[in-house]
Structures are given as structure tokens and as C-alpha cells.
């Protein structure tokens, strides 16, 4: 082989190292990339899901508390009725025991 013949087999050698050390470099930094791009959405999907169950539980938390004063306004009602119902039937049982007593 001729001198020019190897120097430019040498040449054409040292390129395609060259290109595939490029290429390596880029493949690694294409995985890097994909790595921190997916990690960061992992975090934004957990804080998103962090959010939501936030909201959730505040939601769950007011209609509870919404049901809660439905129940103690029923529950104050049926009271003050009960209370009504037994003030009239103490007037009736002591004019019953009172007849009772004075007839005996």
C-alpha cells in the first residue's frame, strides 16, 4: 500500500472513532436527560397526587362537617319536642297522682 493510501485509511479510522466516541457521548447524555426528565415528572405527578388527596380529604372534611350541623339541628328539634312532650305529660302525672292521693 501506497504512503497516501494508509494515511488516509489511518484517517478515515480516526474519524470513525471519533464519530463513535461522538455518538457514545450522545447516547449517554440522551439517557441522562430521559433520567432527570423522569424523575422530575415522577415528582411533579407525586406532588400533584399529594395535592389532590389534600383536596379530597378538605372536601370529605366539610361535607362532614355540613353533615354534623344537619344532625345536631335534627337532634336539637327532637329534643325541644321531647322536652315539650314530657313538660306537658309532668302537669297530667302530677294531677294524677294528686287525685290519687286525695281520693285515698
Known amino acids: ?49 399529594a395535592a389532590n388527596g389534600r383536596k379530597l380529604l378538605r372536601e370529605a372534611e366539610e361535607k362532614a362537617a355540613v353533615k354534623a350541623a344537619e344532625i345536631s339541628r335534627t337532634a336539637e328539634a327532637e329534643s325541644s319536642s321531647l322536652r315539650e312532650a314530657a313538660g306537658r305529660n309532668l302537669e297530667a302525672a302530677a294531677e294524677y297522682i294528686v287525685g290519687r292521693v286525695v281520693n285515698h
Open 1 to 49: 500500500m501506497s504512503l497516501e493510501a494508509i494515511e488516509k485509511v489511518t484517517l478515515l479510522e480516526q474519524q470513525s472513532q471519533e464519530r463513535k466516541a461522538a455518538a457514545e457521548a450522545e447516547a449517554r447524555q440522551i439517557v441522562a436527560d430521559a433520567e432527570r426528565e423522569g424523575l422530575a415528572l415522577l415528582q411533579q405527578v407525586r406532588a400533584e397526587a
